[in-house]
């Protein structure tokens, strides 16, 4: 399995960009990256996944590096509600490490 | 179709006993996942279908541990002789293909063993 290698935590002001980087040094060729997030008291949520190419959805953008090894999740303006913790998971059997805490400041 | 169904959502029961859990999938989902979840901790991964093939099962937490998925459609997750320390949040969720990664994830069954 791939391992993964995210901040225990991160802070960013509302209506900021923010961005959640991410270590997969060890990924496989043609596994997905998947992010999921999770609110307080709920369960996981998708939201992006992407193999080699940039990806945007209308939650996020994801950036891939060129040998795939990393990636960063862009949360282009965050608000309050998107504070939770950030998984990423690059592998399809959608294994969570310890995740990003992001802090969200009014 | 609401989405992946859990039941039931929250089960207390004695130590010793056996519990079954039960996951129905969105339909026409071919992959079908089960996590524990601890206070604090992230989703632990535990086991994984494709159809009716449980294509992992090394990280089951131990062999009081079992999931199934008979007809590639609904699945359960069954402790026998439960103990304190498997008291948790247990989490399923389903996709519908490795080609088509996005997973949705029930409302768990919170799991209290007293």
């Known amino acids: 399995d791939a391992k993964t290698t995210q901040p225990n935590s991160m802070e960013s002001n509302e209506e900021e960009p923010v961005h959640l980087p991410c270590n997969h040094s060890t990924i496989s060729g043609t596994d997905y990256i998947h992010w999921y997030r999770q609110l307080p008291s709920q369960g996981p949520e998708y939201v992006i996944h992407g193999l080699t190419s940039n990806v945007n959805n209308r939650m996020a953008s994801l950036a891939i590096a060129e040998d795939r090894k990393s990636s960063t999740l862009i949360l282009h303006r965050a608000t309050l509600r998107d504070a939770a913790v950030y998984y990423c998971t690059p592998d399809d059997k959608i294994i969570f490490g310890k995740g990003t805490r992001l802090h969200i400041l009014p | 179709d609401t989405g992946v169904s859990q039941n039931p959502r929250h089960k207390i029961t004695k130590r010793g006993q056996n519990v079954t859990f039960r996951c129905d999938p969105i339909s026409e989902h071919n992959r079908l996942y089960w996590y524990r979840q601890t206070l604090g901790q992230g989703p632990e991964f535990l086991t994984y279908?494709?159809?009716?093939?449980?294509?992992?099962k090394s990280r089951l937490l131990s062999d009081r541990f079992s999931a199934e998925r008979p007809k590639g459609s609904f699945s359960t997750l069954e402790i026998q002789r439960t103990e304190q320390g498997d008291s948790a949040m247990y989490l399923c969720?389903?996709?519908?293909?490795?080609?088509?990664?996005?997973?949705?994830f029930g409302q768990g069954t919170r799991l209290t063993v007293v």
């Open positions: 969720a389903s996709s519908f293909s490795v080609w088509s990664p996005e997973a949705f």
């Open positions: 279908f494709q159809n009716e093939a449980q294509l992992e």
